[in-house]
């Protein structure tokens, strides 16, 4: 059975975004599994997972009723319920696209994408991205977020699927890259 891309419709689905993300959580992984399958660095809580979803379900990719991928959505509706989030949108007050600060423009964000270890080389990253651009691209124009300078395997999938570099932050001694995928030009 193929794996599906799809819009959560369950807190079972809810649990199985956080049994990921806990799997996948820098400080669950060694630096060697860091390097070799990414990693996910923010940590969130059920509470907050069903509070986001209410607002505008995410992306979730199932293989046999598991969840093996998903792709958090955060609108402004939803950007006040996690203080990162908020600090984060802050932030884009001072960065530019097109001439424009980012804070400014019609977007939504990333609140976090992960893959299963298991499942990676299999195009995840960009049926779901298409699939929260099908979703979201009538009511905004862009997708912004931010990745971990040190998760490589991350960015490369983020450049591949469209998105590209517009500044950088640091955060807690990391160095974080913006990254915005303009879906006008998709």
């Not at 049994?19 to 399958?37: I, S, Y």
């Not at 990333?110 to 979201?136: F, I, P, W």
Request: negative net charge; hydrophobic residues 40%.
């Amino acid at each position: 059975m193929p794996i599906e891309i799809k819009l959560v419709d369950s807190v079972e689905e809810l649990k199985g975004i956080k049994r990921l993300h806990d799997k996948n959580l820098k400080k669950n992984l060694t630096p060697e599994q860091q390097a070799e399958q990414g990693f996910v660095t923010f940590e969130y809580d059920l509470d907050f997972l069903e509070a986001i979803n209410k607002v505008h379900p995410s992306v979730i990719a199932v293989d046999q009723s598991e969840v093996v991928g998903y792709a958090l959505v955060v609108t402004r509706e939803s950007q006040r319920l996690h203080p990162l989030i908020t600090e984060f949108v802050q932030h884009l007050s001072r960065i530019e696209y097109k001439g424009q600060l980012i804070d400014q423009l019609s977007f939504c964000l990333v609140g976090q994408l992960c893959v299963a270890q298991s499942h990676t080389g299999q195009g995840l990253v960009q049926r779901m991205y298409n699939a929260y651009r099908d979703q979201h691209s009538t009511q905004f124009d862009y997708l912004v977020t931010d990745v971990d300078a040190q998760n490589v395997r991350s960015l490369k999938a983020h450049l591949k699927t469209g998105f590209e570099v517009v500044g950088s932050l640091a955060h807690e001694g990391s160095r974080w890259e913006v990254i915005l995928w303009d879906w006008n030009k998709s």
